[in-house]
Every structure is written in structure tokens, then in C-alpha cells.
């Protein structure tokens, strides 16, 4: 028996109608979204300047760092890159760094600490992360060396100093595993276990973890 063309055009029209509603709600929900986001940005605009407590900046630590005194090389000879780099990592130091343990929004920011803070602070997270990236180059152009025993203590440093980058992590893991120590294997484990890197971290404990097997064989 033939479907009616009239109940087809009605079926039709009701999931037309559904879809057209439910585009409706998720545009006003959109539109909400927005209009209490620009809200609260206006708020945090019209924040004052408070004082930046001293606890929220950040002092590096240098200790135990292999700085080296390469000497002054001749114009035409370029320097190398590991004494670039730690160069790189003293300039970074000596700069004013903010460090925040979890992520905030702008917003937040000017909510905390006032709108006309915001520069500071930013310029001060700024700092901190070329800082962590100037250790990381180091650790990099050491090994590029053959200074295995130097990047390890760059990498480390890194971590002491709050890193979450996981070039740190697979770098002092190969280091780790090629000297057999098992001991800073296990710390490395642990600490990926309580936090970590966002990125590449499941693949880090895997990586550790079948390191760790190899050497209980």
C-alpha cells in the first residue's frame, strides 16, 4: 500500500521543525555564552590595580647549573651553541618572572590583581616560560656536544624549576635509561604518576616503564 503524500509532507516537516528549533536553542545558548562573557570581561576592566604579592613571582635557581668559561672567540668564528644557550639562560634569569602553579584567564587575572597589572603579569609568565625554553636549548646543544653528564644537570635544573615541557622528560629518560639508573627512572615515574607534562605523558610512562622491565630482566 502507498505511503500518502500528505503524511510524508508531514513527517517531513516535523523533523525540519525539530532541526530548526534545536539550531535555535544552541544559538541562544551561544548568544548567552557571549553576552556573559563580555560581562564579566567589563568587570574585569573596571578592576583597580591592586599590589602583586611577592609570593607570585618567581625566583630561578642557578644552583648546580655547568656554566662553562668558553673564553672570547674571534669575530669570525661564531660562538658555539651550547655557550649561546647559556648565556640565553642567565639573560632569562636575571629577568622578572611570574609563575602561576595553575592557568588562569586574562579575566581572572584582571579580577586578582587589576586590569592595568595584566601587562606585567603577562610579561612576567612570558619570562618565565623563555627561561624553561632556554634550559631546555641548553640541555639540547650539550648533548649535540657529547656533554651527556651537563645536559642531565640542565634537564634536572628544568624540572626543579617547574618544567612541564616533555622534551625535558624523553631527554633525561634516554639519558636514564643508556647510564641503567634505575633509581632516577623510578623518580621520573613517580612524578609524571603525580602531574607531568599535559602532552605526550601517558606515552612517557609507558616509555619508562618498559625501560624499567629491560633493566629488571
Known amino acids: 500500500m502507498p505511503v500518502p503524500i500528505l503524511f510524508i509532507t508531514i513527517v517531513a516537516f516535523t523533523i525540519w521543525l525539530n532541526i530548526m528549533l534545536l539550531r535555535g536553542k544552541k544559538n541562544d545558548t551561544m548568544a548567552t555564552d557571549l553576552d556573559n562573557l563580555l560581562n564579566e570581561e567589563q568587570k574585569a576592566n573596571l578592576t583597580r590595580r591592586k599590589p602583586v604579592p611577592q609570593e607570585v613571582f618567581f625566583t630561578p635557581c642557578l644552583e648546580g ?5 668558553y673564553g672570547i672567540y674571534p ?3 661564531p660562538d658555539p651553541p651550547a655557550k649561546r644557550a647559556q648565556k640565553a639562560v642567565r639573560d ?3 629577568k622578572e618572572m611570574i609563575r602561576f602553579e595553575t592557568e588562569r584567564s586574562n579575566i581572572d587575572l584582571k579580577k586578582e590583581f587589576g586590569a592595568a597589572n595584566l601587562e606585567l603579569i603577562i610579561r612576567g609568565e612570558s619570562n618565565y616560560e623563555a627561561f624553561i625554553r632556554a634550559l631546555t636549548d641548553w640541555s639540547e646543544a ?4 657529547g656533554a651527556a653528564e651537563d645536559a642531565q644537570k640542565v634537564l634536572e635544573s628544568a624540572l626543579r624549576n617547574g618544567s612541564d615541557l616533555s622534551r625535558n622528560y624523553y631527554a633525561l629518560t634516554e639519558i636514564y635509561t643508556q647510564n641503567k639508573d634505575a633509581g632516577n627512572l623510578r623518580l621520573l615515574l613517580a612524578r609524571l604518576e603525580s602531574g607531568g607534562p599535559g602532552a605526550n605523558r601517558e606515552k612517557l610512562i609507558e616509555k619508562i616503564n618498559a625501560a624499567l622491565e629491560r633493566k629488571d630482566r
Open 92 to 94: 632569562c634569569a636575571a
Open 142 to 145: 650539550l648533548l649535540t656536544e
Open 75 to 77: 669575530p669570525a668564528r
Open 65 to 69: 647549573l655547568p656554566f662553562r668559561d
